[in-house]
């Protein structure tokens, strides 16, 4: 995705990034989920983390001050992208992303405007990371909702990204083999195409290959295991992508 947005409240210019804060309303809905969304635009070749960053690097992070009464949900994370080098990969996200942040607006606020206020601390890298961090705030009008025209597509083409629930009819398990794990995917139809993002670190050896055998209903992903892992799984759990679409996984692990 390549967006431009100038004039946005809560927009900062940092190194090598333009970082700002965005609401996918122009006004806040009291007792409703209202999302936000922390927009990055990078310089080429620059790239931040996901929220399991892989070999290296650490995820963005936000502190959120707020009126009373409000709240914030987990970050909404898309779906990241594998950045090999050499013999180690990370999980991340260059030239454009934006996370998405749902924030709860108590049912009783009865002023105008609340005014949010963000402090995100992020790890840029290239060659070398950088930390950096800034204070973004929006101010949004209250029992007025509008979508803001100026940023929908901004934050229609990040629901896309976004992984999906695993749907009840299809299934997937995990085989626990000596050196690796075997995902078994029975979603109805031959995989031409497969990729899985674990969720936890020192699980999988994220830069090595994973092979895919399709089968006639699904496929199967061989995964090799990280020379960190100590302890058998019970869960194997990450974003697995299927060609343009994504979804969260849980798959129950068995010893073989």
């Avoid at 122009?26 to 635009?41: D, R």
């Avoid at 963005?60 to 080098?85: D, I, T």
Wanted: proline fraction near 9%; charge should be neutral.
């Amino acid at each position: 995705m390549s967006f431009v947005s100038p004039n946005s409240a809560g927009e900062v210019q940092a190194r090598h990034a333009r970082v700002e804060l965005l609401a996918q309303q122009t006004a806040l809905l009291p007792g409703q989920e209202n999302l936000l969304g922390v927009h990055f635009s990078l310089e080429k070749g620059w790239h931040i983390y996901w929220t399991n960053p892989g070999d290296s690097g650490q995820p963005p992070a936000f502190q959120w001050q707020f009126p009373e009464g409000f709240s914030a949900g987990p970050v909404q994370w898309p779906r990241p992208e594998k950045l090999q080098n050499a013999h180690l990969a990370d999980y991340g996200y260059k030239d454009d992303v934006m996370l998405l942040v749902p924030v709860r607006a108590p049912a009783f606020y009865n002023r105008a405007d609340a005014k949010l206020s963000l402090q995100a601390k992020w790890l840029i890298c290239r060659e070398v990371c950088i930390p950096d961090h800034a204070q973004l705030e929006i101010t949004l009008a209250v029992n007025r909702p509008a979508i803001d025209q100026d940023h929908a597509r901004l934050f229609a083409e990040t629901r896309k990204l976004l992984p999906e629930p695993w749907p009840h009819a299809w299934k997937i398990t995990a085989a626990s083999e000596k050196d690796t794990f075997v995902l078994a995917i029975q979603n109805g139809r031959s995989i031409s195409h497969a990729e899985f993002f674990p969720l936890e670190p020192n699980q999988i050896e994220n830069a090595a290959p994973q092979p895919l055998k399709p089968t006639a209903r699904g496929g199967n992903i061989t995964l090799k295991k990280s020379d960190q892992l100590l302890k058998p799984l019970s869960t194997l759990k990450g974003v697995l992508v299927l060609g343009e679409r994504s979804y969260i996984v849980e798959a129950p692990v068995t010893q073989r």
